[in-house]
């Protein structure tokens, strides 16, 4: 019963986030927003269960967002791309 459990984690591809001069903002399931660089970002020590992970950043100066719900698995890492559109 203690395998059910276990933390797992999502590793998050954002294709353009690259492009995001400022950066980009992570939040998951509603928490406090987080800063990030780049296209990658790995969120860890997730309950199993489905998350909702939402992504926020300005290309060119428009703002762009993204969000999806993720299925975490017991001791599992979920893959997820996004595009901020």
Do not use: Y
Not at 22 to 40: E, I, Q
Not at 54 to 81: L, M
């Amino acid at each position: 019963m203690a395998d059910a459990t276990r933390p797992g984690g999502i590793n998050l591809t954002v294709a353009n986030g690259d492009a995001c001069a400022d950066g980009w903002t992570l939040t998951v399931d509603g928490g406090s927003p987080t800063h990030r660089n780049g296209k990658t970002a790995a969120i860890g020590d997730l309950a199993p269960d489905q998350h909702t992970v939402i992504v926020e950043g300005k290309i060119t100066d428009a703002p762009k967002r993204a969000e999806k719900i993720v299925a975490v698995s017991a001791g599992a890492i979920a893959e997820c791309s996004l595009t901020l559109e």
